[in-house]
């Protein structure tokens, strides 16, 4: 555990005791695809606040722990989801003074992205875990704990936004892939319906975003058709040119 002892250099004068308790805890948006729906991964709280409602996995930090270890502890322990995400980045942090009734409690929020997520089981103070599709959500179907809506909302238009002008769709695809796979990816995360002959030439366009994987030769006498030709993620982090998020059309009905 650190030492806050004053010393020269922290102020003599300095008592930690002298300023107000607060927590700091970490909350984990888990995105995947589940057969072309994007899904979140949830927990249902099995202790108070919040007894029995939907929740986002998360919990407080250790005192000699770094956030993004805390978020990986997390999501262990109430989830039993021990796989490392293939993409975790942190989003925000919210800090309303009455979003935890308990004390002040100020939390980081983390997003993440895996391809193959094994299947979710409540642990610690988690009654229950389970893949749960955004749009329930959304709709207002499910209802979470504290301010988590808010959170994944956050966390959703920056998974929308990374997806325009960074190559992290292919994290939500296994190693190899179709095109066709890929935009799925980007129908599910967007919720639209991209044309697939203009989505094949921006990706194949784009420079280092997916290559190809070499196939062996057809053999003579092989029936059936050409299989689809199989990508894998190239070395490219950012899109250039960046693919565009369809716009809404927000004209009233005639």
Same mark, same amino acid.
């Given at each position: 555990? +650190?030492?806050?002892?004053? /010393?020269?250099?922290?102020?003599? *004068?300095?008592?930690?005791?002298?300023?107000?308790?607060?927590?700091?805890?970490?909350? !984990?948006?888990?995105?995947?695809?589940? *057969?072309?729906?994007?899904?979140?991964?949830?927990?249902?709280?099995? /202790?108070?606040?919040?007894?029995?409602? @939907?929740?986002?996995?998360?919990?407080?930090?250790?005192?000699? &722990?770094?956030? %993004?270890? %805390?978020? #990986?502890? =997390?999501?262990? &322990?109430?989830?039993?989801?021990?796989?490392? +995400?293939?993409?975790? =980045?942190?989003?925000?942090?919210?800090?309303?003074?009455?979003?935890?009734?308990?004390?002040?409690?100020?939390?980081?929020?983390?997003?993440?992205?895996?391809?193959?997520?094994?299947?979710?089981?409540?642990?610690?103070?988690?009654?229950? %875990?389970?893949?749960?599709?955004?749009?329930?959500?959304?709709?207002?179907?499910?209802?979470?704990?504290?301010?988590?809506?808010? !959170?994944?909302?956050?966390?959703?238009?920056?998974?929308?936004?990374?997806?325009?002008?960074? /190559?992290?769709?292919?994290?939500?695809?296994?190693? =190899?892939?179709?095109?066709?796979?890929?935009?799925?990816?980007?129908?599910?995360? @967007?919720? /639209? &319906?991209?044309?697939?002959?203009?989505?094949?030439?921006?990706?194949?366009?784009?420079?280092?975003?997916? &290559?190809?994987?070499?196939?062996?030769?057809? #053999?003579?006498?092989?029936?059936?058709?050409?299989?689809?030709?199989?990508?894998?993620?190239?070395?490219? $982090?950012?899109?250039? +040119?960046? !693919?565009?998020?369809? !716009? $809404?059309?927000?004209?009233? +009905?005639?």
């Amino acid at each position: 555990m +650190p030492d806050h002892t004053p /010393t020269p250099d922290t102020g003599g *004068d300095y008592n930690p005791r002298d300023y107000p308790a607060v927590a700091v805890t970490v909350d !984990i948006v888990m995105f995947t695809i589940v *057969d072309a729906e994007l899904k979140v991964l949830l927990i249902q709280r099995g /202790t108070p606040p919040f007894l029995g409602q @939907w929740a986002l996995p998360g919990g407080f930090i250790h005192p000699d &722990e770094d956030l %993004a270890d %805390a978020a #990986r502890r =997390e999501l262990a &322990e109430e989830t039993g989801i021990h796989q490392d +995400p293939g993409h975790l =980045e942190q989003f925000g942090s919210y800090g309303d003074p009455d979003r935890d009734p308990r004390m002040r409690v100020v939390t980081v929020g983390f997003w993440a992205i895996v391809s193959d997520l094994p299947t979710p089981a409540g642990g610690s103070d988690a009654r229950n %875990a389970e893949l749960v599709a955004v749009s329930e959500v959304e709709s207002g179907r499910i209802r979470l704990a504290f301010d988590h809506a808010t !959170i994944l909302a956050d966390a959703l238009e920056t998974a929308r936004s990374k997806l325009e002008s960074t /190559t992290l769709a292919a994290a939500f695809c296994g190693p =190899e892939f179709t095109v066709s796979d890929l935009r799925k990816v980007y129908d599910a995360v @967007w919720n /639209t &319906e991209l044309d697939a002959g203009n989505f094949q030439r921006k990706v194949t366009k784009s420079k280092g975003f997916i &290559e190809p994987v070499e196939m062996p030769p057809a #053999r003579h006498g092989d029936k059936g058709g050409r299989p689809a030709s199989l990508w894998t993620p190239g070395p490219a $982090e950012t899109l250039s +040119p960046p !693919i565009s998020r369809p !716009i $809404e059309d927000q004209s009233p +009905p005639s």
